[in-house]
């Protein structure tokens, strides 16, 4: 089950000001963010706009545009399958119907009661491997549907 942010906006503060880089941006801001605490609470958003004395809107338009940035608690496990043009050719979409049938998902997205998000990818950096898929940032290469599907099953067995 996911759980809404349970940190101190101090942390947040903390993460957007421990940035070593001499140029500091909404957009490296929020890298910041995400990388400390996972995803972006609507706290950050605030704390953001404050530290770069920008607006709360400014903020959201820059954290909207980039697709990567999440702004619900992340769940319990990340699965990433690439479909990428390397793995399209060696057979990614058969794995991609895999995974969403055995995430109990009609497309990407967070599986109900967070304990996994499927989204595709379009490059996993393994093509020589392809078809790729990622779970919990660990790499599983020439991945059949049915393995895929297998692995991604066992995320759910408890
Ligand atoms: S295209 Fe799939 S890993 Fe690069």
Sequence with gaps: ????????REELKEAIAAQPQGTVTVLSSLL????????LPGEAIEEVASYTQTTVNDVWGVAS???NFRVDPPCSHNVEVCWGATCHVLGAMKVVRAVLEAAGLE????????NASVRLNTCLGACSQGPVIS????????????EAGRLVSKLFDA
Aim: charged letters at 20%.
């Design 135 to 146: 779970i919990d940032h660990g790499l599983y290469g020439k991945v059949s549907p049915g």
């Design 65 to 67: 545009f980039y697709t």
């Design 32 to 39: 910041a963010v995400q990388d400390a605490v996972g995803y």
């Design 107 to 114: 497309s990407e997205g967070d599986v109900p009661g967070g």
């Design 1 to 8: 089950m996911k759980e809404g942010f349970r940190g101190t």
